[in-house]
């Protein structure tokens, strides 16, 4: 059984300055609650019961948005629908640890922060730039994982000329998705497929293992994918073509797109 996920939060979020210069882009709304709370609901939908969120002294707002507030809630005692929002996060604070990374050093790095808090074989992934909308896709891959007993990585076609701006994954073999290759943003003459990782993982935690050997790769930064593909030699991965609705939350035009989509009635 997965029961442990890992959130990492503490990057930078550049391509969406300067709104994310004193105010964390996870805590923007996405429907009537903040985009991570949208990524956390999915979490817990699944039965995780731990979540460890990897944030920055930057982004300690992220800490404070979970801690009780006993003066709010006495100012909405009267309002059951402020109430409940608030008693919710207390709930919530109940199953999340927070761990620090102290320098953006890249996506892998962060992972491998919350090493010492993991505890079962595989645990689950999710960057919650990537919202996934519809059908709980960390369930999809949870079926595959205990069908598999193995990581599993959510995958979605992208055009041609997209591959460069993902991992992308090339298959040992294309009807049960079984991947042989994982590569960091390639050229398009360099790409092993048009799929792309998108924010959603289940890993074995032998993973730690290869992030900590891991050197920087591209853009200068520790990446999960080229540990991933260290991996795969030793260890099985499939992909998962998730039913759901892929929306970026990456971008500032994602961003707006993806608030249209989950405000449609
Ligand atoms: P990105 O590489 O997309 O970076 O991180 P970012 O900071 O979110 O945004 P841009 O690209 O600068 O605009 C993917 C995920 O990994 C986390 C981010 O918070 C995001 O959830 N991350 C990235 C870390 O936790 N630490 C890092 O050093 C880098």
């Known amino acids: 059984m997965i029961k442990q996920a890992i959130i990492p939060l503490a990057g930078l979020g550049t391509r969406m300055l300067p709104l994310t210069k004193a105010f964390p882009k996870e805590l923007w709304p996405l429907g009537n609650k903040s985009i991570l709370e949208n990524v956390l609901d999915e979490c817990f939908d699944t039965g995780i019961n731990e979540v460890i969120l990897v944030i920055s002294k930057k982004k300690k707002s992220i800490k404070d948005y979970f801690k009780k507030d006993t003066i709010l809630e006495k100012k909405v005692k009267n309002k059951p629908e402020l109430l409940k929002s608030l008693k919710n996060l207390n709930k ?32 689950l992934l999710l960057l919650p730039d990537d ?46 998705l079984k991947i042989n290759k994982m590569v960091e943003k390639p050229s398009v003459k360099n790409s092993p497929s048009q799929f792309a990782i998108i924010g959603r993982y289940i890993l074995n935690k032998s993973i730690f293992n290869y992030l900590g050997k891991q050197k ?44 249209k989509e989950i405000n449609k009635k």
């Open 216 to 259: 920087s790769g591209k853009l200068g930064e520790i990446q999960i994918t080229d540990a991933m593909n260290a991996m795969l030699f030793h260890e099985n991965f499939y992909g998962c073509k998730f039913k759901g609705k892929y929306l970026d939350c990456g971008t500032i035009n994602g961003y707006i797109n993806s608030f």
């Open 131 to 176: 919202i996934i909308n519809g059908k709980n896709s960390s369930k999809e891959l949870i079926a595959i994982n205990k069908k598999t007993n193995s990581s599993v990585i959510a995958i979605r076609k992208v055009i041609k000329k997209d591959v460069k701006r993902y991992g992308i994954v090339g298959f040992d073999n294309s009807k049960n």
């Open 92 to 123: 919530i604070s109940s199953k999340i640890k927070f761990v620090y990374q102290d320098k953006p050093k890249g996506l892998g790095h962060a992972v491998l922060c919350a090493k010492k808090l993991i505890k079962s074989k595989h645990f």
